[in-house]
């Protein structure tokens, strides 16, 4: 039964439809039992690993690694505990995983449509447009001379062509939606809702769900509480965060280095600062109550980030070198800049 008066009439038309069409087509051939639910989100979670283990195998070479990285996106708890409940941010992860492999092979259109699909499961997905869109407008930018103006032109047109595609989809597979609550109902609910929810601050102080930063979700500060057992213990929307710390603080450390030489590494850093920044400008306009279990989106950048990290750049001293020393010429420079006025 519910825990909460009236919540089987709470249909929440900010999210997109897909996976609960999913999970509507399970309940509706196989049964109405929890565990039907979870089976959309359980192969996903499978898929994501198996990806993950592509990923890293295409970036590094290096089979023990590729599957130490999907045995710990396996293995951690946020991947255990989102992967096996009927929430969206699930499939998320995966349409990530799925646009990072092809990034990393320079099919950037196509992770491009890839992300607007994931778009059409939970719009937080589309986060990960920003930097596909930014690699899309630089490849069109190179091949005209390396012009600022074509980098720019092209950003502002595939962000608009973009869009215009992702409202298409959303528009076709919303057609049953529609066709039960109209088509004005659907657009205030659907889009122009959606916009205002997602931006504003939904529930704060007592009574309300634990909410939290982004920047919080690394260091496991304010993490979500998914469910509350017999014997009073909390399963919390958490990952392994001291390894989930310690990728974003690698990932800054190093993030020099694709400007200086390793170039593959800038997909890495390029696609998980991009979303990320996604989260931290949502969280800037006014989407405050963000929640602990958004950051499942992360969980295949933070571990590729640290397979790639450990087997392709830890090992070399010199990248270490130059990496810091990138960092040291920046900070001398602003604090020169400083002292100067």
């Not at 958490?238 to 280095?257: A, D, E, M, Q």
Request: proline letters at 5%; aromatic letters at 14%; a positive charge.
């Amino acid at each position: 039964m519910p825990d909460k008066q009236g919540i089987n009439n709470f249909i929440n038309w900010e999210h997109p439809p897909l996976a609960k069409y999913l999970i509507g087509l399970l309940m509706y051939f196989v049964g109405d039992y929890p565990v039907y639910w979870r089976i959309p989100v359980i192969l996903t979670g499978a898929l994501t690993v198996l990806l993950v283990f592509l990923v890293v195998h295409k970036i590094t070479g290096n089979f023990p690694a590729s599957l130490t990285t999907s045995i710990l996106v396996l293995v951690d708890p946020m991947s255990r505990a989102l992967f096996s409940i009927a929430l969206l941010d699930g499939y998320v992860a995966l349409f990530t995983v799925i646009a990072l492999y092809l990034t990393i092979q320079r099919r950037y259109r196509e992770a491009l449509l890839v992300v607007l699909i994931g778009g059409c499961f939970k719009a937080s997905a589309l986060f990960t447009t920003i930097p596909i869109l930014i690699l899309v407008a630089r490849e069109e930018a190179i091949g005209r001379g390396k012009s600022v103006l074509v980098f720019i032109r092209s950003l502002v047109k595939y962000t608009a062509i973009s869009a215009i595609l992702y409202t298409s989809l959303l528009v076709l597979v919303s057609v049953p939606v529609m066709s039960y609550m109209g088509i004005t109902q659907w657009f205030n609910y659907a889009l122009v809702g959606a916009v205002k929810w997602h931006a504003s601050t939904k529930c704060i102080g007592a009574g309300c769900p634990v909410s939290s930063a982004p920047w919080e979700w690394f260091m496991g500060l304010n993490s979500f509480p998914l469910y509350i057992y017999p014997d009073g213990s909390v399963l919390y929307a958490s990952g392994f965060y001291p390894l989930w710390s310690l990728s974003l603080i690698l990932l800054v450390l190093f993030t020099p280095l694709p400007y200086t030489r390793d170039r593959t590494y800038g997909y890495i850093v390029l696609v998980f600062l991009g979303t990320l920044l996604g989260y931290i400008g949502l969280w800037i306009i006014g989407g405050r109550t963000q929640y602990s279990f958004y950051a499942i989106h992360f969980t295949p950048l933070v571990y590729t980030n640290l397979a790639y990290i450990f087997t392709k750049i830890l090992p070399h001293e010199e990248l270490v070198r130059e990496a810091v020393g990138e960092w040291k010429r920046v900070i001398s420079d602003i604090i020169s800049k400083l002292l100067l006025t």
